[in-house]
């Protein structure tokens, strides 16, 4: 029997590519999006889904109370807006999904269904939305809040946001473009209604003035990995992307959010869960080791990792004692992330915890294509589907790293029939629930 398929996507940003190490692409300008576009070439040569591009609105100043720790290692900044990547990416691709992130705290329904419209159009079916509320208190003051709504209640909003952004685009039937020469009519007006919605947070009258775009929405994907946030993942997304670390937990999750998608009526194959995984690849398994060993034990790995899990957090990590355990804690930012992070309850010392989960991947794997591909069969077995959110391991990305995957790790997979070789669906919802 042939083996069950598992899906591939890559999590990247609009963010530098290495500059300073032996194989760094350069760092000079990835600012024109060509650096990003050829990624995404090379990605779609090797059939992947789609290529998420994540984001935040900020400058972190978590760890050590200012922006110089940010600034010096280049940590998430700078950062430039994945959305309008996503359209030149778009244009010169043919197959490959699109998924920039748009904060619903930056947006306004009606724009935002405005402008996922008008890209739908440009990558002809093939954009996604990461669909996030941002929880950094200075995204929030970037946008003149004193401060970040609680956690809870960024989920309530964003249900609300989705019934506004759903209702728009609801607004034009699928066929009132009827362009009829006879007639002399290009939309039909009764088949485009106002929406007239008037909710506790958001209010809009519609109707969209974007034409129906292919997927009519685009195909949202979502992160949340709290029980709030796996409802609202479970009511709307087509895919969630998950940061659960160990195989029973990642099948602990997509069990879950299975039965909570059924909670919601909805047919629980219509959810991709895909896990974040970034294998270190090597031509022989010593290569991988050793390549791995001196990777994790670097100042600049130790540096970045806390760096990040602090902006993520809210947290500034610079205040505890590398060799002690950290105590326990708690964040209104993202909670999932930290619990990655601290391993509550393990009793490491905190300099074996940067080490550990510093990668941010669900499964730590090591070794040549091969072994990686073997183990990557293993675990999606146990786990049940649905495949694997690719991204790069030492936290800055460059050509190398992505041909090993493309052209190592990805041929390793299509051997074994694991993984898709080819496209056969027009738009990237369909191409999510091909298998
Ligand atoms: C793989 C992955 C990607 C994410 N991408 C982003 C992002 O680009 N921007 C952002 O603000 N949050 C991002 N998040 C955070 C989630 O949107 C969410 O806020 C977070 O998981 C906390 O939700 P929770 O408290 O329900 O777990 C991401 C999370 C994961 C696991």
């Not at 748009?102 to 954009?127: K, Q, V, W």
């Not at 039965?259 to 010593?286: M, Q």
Request: proline share 6%.
């Amino acid at each position: 029997m042939a083996p069950r398929k598992f899906h591939l996507a890559w999590f990247s940003n609009f963010s530098l590519d290495e500059w300073q190490q032996p194989f760094a692409s350069g760092g000079g300008n990835p600012w024109n999006g060509r650096f990003h576009t050829e990624f995404a070439q090379a990605l779609e040569r090797a059939c992947f889904d789609f290529m998420m591009l994540e984001d935040s609105l900020m400058l972190s100043e978590a760890y050590g109370g200012s922006t110089t720790h940010y600034l010096k290692h280049a940590i998430h900044v700078p950062k430039h807006d994945p959305v309008p990547l996503a359209a030149v990416i778009g244009s010169h691709t043919r197959h490959i999904g699109i998924v920039p992130t748009m904060s619903t705290l930056g947006y306004t329904p009606f724009l935002l269904a405005r402008l996922a419209a008008t890209i739908d159009h440009i990558t002809e079916g093939r954009f996604g939305w990461n669909i996030v509320t941002s929880a950094e208190k200075h995204a929030a003051q970037n946008f003149g809040l004193d401060r970040m709504v609680e956690h809870d209640a960024r989920y309530d909003m964003a249900d609300e946001f989705m019934d506004v952004v759903n209702a728009l685009f609801d607004s034009w039937d699928p066929d009132a473009v009827v362009m009829d020469r006879d007639r002399h009519i290009y939309a039909d007006a009764a088949k485009v209604r106002p929406i007239n919605y008037k909710g506790k947070y958001y209010s809009s009258r519609g109707p969209l003035n974007t034409a129906p775009s292919p997927q009519r929405r685009p195909t949202y994907v979502q992160a949340g990995g709290s029980p709030r946030g796996r409802d609202f993942a479970a009511r709307h997304a087509d895919c969630i992307v998950a940061a659960q670390v160990g195989v029973k937990s990642m099948k602990a999750f997509r069990d879950d959010i299975r039965e909570r998608a059924r909670r919601f009526g909805r047919n629980p194959d219509d959810i991709k869960v895909l896990y974040l995984f970034a294998p270190v690849l090597g031509e022989t398994e010593e290569e991988a080791i050793a390549k791995n060993t001196r990777s994790m034990m670097s100042e600049a790995y130790m540096e970045r990792a806390v760096g990040m899990f602090s902006a993520l957090t809210d947290i500034d990590f610079s205040k505890f004692d590398l060799d002690k355990p950290l105590p326990e804690l708690s964040t209104d930012g993202e909670t999932t992330a930290l619990k990655m992070f601290t391993q509550p309850g393990s009793g490491k010392p905190f300099r074996q915890l940067i080490r550990e989960a510093g990668k941010a991947t669900c499964v730590d794997v090591v070794g040549t294509p091969e072994q990686v591909a073997d183990r990557m069969a293993a675990i999606m077995d146990e786990v049940g589907g649905d495949g694997f959110l690719i991204k790069h391991p030492f936290h800055l990305i460059n050509r190398r790293y992505i041909h090993e995957i493309t052209d190592g790790l990805v041929p390793a997979l299509q051997r074994r029939g694991l993984v898709r070789t080819e496209y056969t669906q027009p738009t990237l919802r369909e191409t999510l629930r091909e298998f």
